[in-house]
């Protein structure tokens, strides 16, 4: 398993263009979660699917954003509309217990230029 | 409310220890976390401290942990060049799935 993948690595669009972002977990990890990094913060929360249930959603988040987890392994977080605000880091991360804790492994990340 | 903070940056000497510290907000975390992040990386899990611990210790790494205060930090030993990273500390929030990390401490190693 070579960990969390991220796809694409970066993404150049221009405001009103939709884009989609994938995530293939480690294959064993149910408990996936999407962040987003702006410059100079730290991750924020974006949303939490388990298996494919998505069970939590940031109520920063609007309604031009959208993930799935169709079969609980990959997912895909879509942006719609694009805006020079949602111009960011896109992570992603998995997760599994390590002696009771939640451990999260994050993937390297798509980063979004919004032009 | 729900912040996690930490000082923006801290410059240390080759060799000399590094203390990174956070204050968090929620006493009922049962498990706290140190993430390291590299230039154009994601974050990569260094340590975490359950909550009934006072200080955990991992080779160069030690955690203590303040309950009372809610403060927890992060001491690298003898600091290298290759330890220059942004550090985060997280914490779950209570009642939901996320967990919330802080604005992260740039740490430089000056060689």
């Known amino acids: 398993d070579t960990g969390v993948s991220q796809d694409p690595r970066h993404k150049i669009t221009k405001r009103g263009q939709n884009v989609t972002f994938r995530c293939d977990p480690i294959?064993?990890?149910?408990?996936l979660y999407w962040y987003r990094q702006t410059l100079g913060q730290g991750p924020e929360f974006l949303t939490y699917f388990q298996n494919e249930a998505q069970l939590e959603k940031s109520r920063l988040l609007s309604d031009r954003f959208s993930a799935e987890r169709p079969k609980g392994s990959f997912s895909t977080l879509e942006i719609q509309r694009t805006e020079q605000g949602d111009s960011a880091m896109y992570l992603c991360a998995s997760s599994a217990q390590v002696d009771g804790a939640n451990v999260l492994t994050f993937g390297a990340g798509s980063r979004l230029t919004v032009l | 409310g729900e912040d996690v903070e930490q000082s923006l940056f801290l410059s240390v000497r080759e060799g000399d220890s590094s203390v990174i510290n956070c204050t968090y907000t929620d006493s009922s975390s049962t498990y706290l976390y140190w993430y390291k992040q590299e230039p154009g990386a994601g974050l990569q899990l260094l340590t975490y401290?359950?909550?009934?611990?006072d200080m955990k210790q991992d080779q160069r790494l030690t955690v203590l942990l303040n309950k009372k205060d809610k403060h927890l930090s992060l001491r690298i030993a003898d600091t290298q060049t290759g330890d220059s990273a942004i550090y985060f500390c997280a914490e779950r929030a209570p009642g939901t799935y996320k967990y919330i990390f802080g604005t992260g401490t740039r740490l430089k190693v000056l060689a």
């Open positions: 294959s064993e990890h149910n408990r």
């Open positions: 401290i359950f909550s009934n611990m």
